[in-house]
């Protein structure tokens, strides 16, 4: 009742109350989707917004997350393997997505994370799109080592950089050896940085 209470009401509940929501058995996810099916009613109604999402990079991977079909060790798996695409057949997409109706146009690439001269192709794909085509834009590119490189894709335009802490530190051993859980967490501060919101979800089993 007291989330369906900040539900009507609007406001965003406290994090006592959030924490409260994963200890509660009695909480299924059916009440959950039901409280939040009155705010998306009234801000939205029968609404949606399209996300496309463009997989401009396929394999060639160095990572080993288990949980990846582009890991590694998939390669045997019959995974198609290609290179980034040509910047024409990128903003060709782009421009597919846009007159499909999409509020949003992902790229995502494959790898540990963007070179420095990968981060200057993409900043330059990001100004080409938004230049053209008024929809929100985000990468998902893998780590950030180096801050600038975050700035630079923001002062390009980016909208949204997708990055995931996955598991907790001391599950990560046990999904990747390729990569620490510091090497997700300074991706995040450098987006932060750079004036990326970062949005928290908590996923428990």
């Not at 990079?57 to 198609?80: L, V």
Request: net charge neutral.
């Amino acid at each position: 009742e007291t989330l369906r209470r900040y539900a009507r009401e609007q406001e965003a509940p406290d994090r006592a109350v959030l924490l409260s929501v994963f200890d509660a058995a009695a909480i299924g996810l059916e009440d959950l989707l039901s409280i939040a099916e009155e705010p998306r009613k009234k801000f939205f109604g029968q609404k949606v917004q399209v996300h496309i999402l463009d997989n401009i990079r396929n394999g060639h991977c160095e990572e080993d997350c288990g949980y990846c079909a582009q890991r590694k060790s998939a390669k045997a798996e019959d995974i198609p393997a290609y290179a980034t695409k040509e910047t024409e057949e990128i903003l060709k997409e782009a421009e597919n997505a846009y007159r499909s109706g999409a509020y949003r146009f992902c790229l995502v690439t494959s790898g540990t994370g963007p070179t420095p001269n990968s981060v200057e192709r993409y900043a330059d794909i990001i100004r080409q799109i938004k230049s053209k085509y008024p929809m929100r834009l985000c990468l998902s590119a893998g780590i950030i080592k180096n801050a600038e490189h975050a700035k630079v894709l923001a002062a390009a335009g980016l909208d949204r950089y997708n990055h995931n802490l996955n598991t907790s530190e001391d599950h990560t051993p046990n999904i990747t050896k390729t990569h620490t859980f510091q090497d997700r967490v300074s991706t995040i501060r450098h987006l932060h940085d750079a004036g990326y919101p970062v949005r928290l979800y908590i996923w428990r089993r």
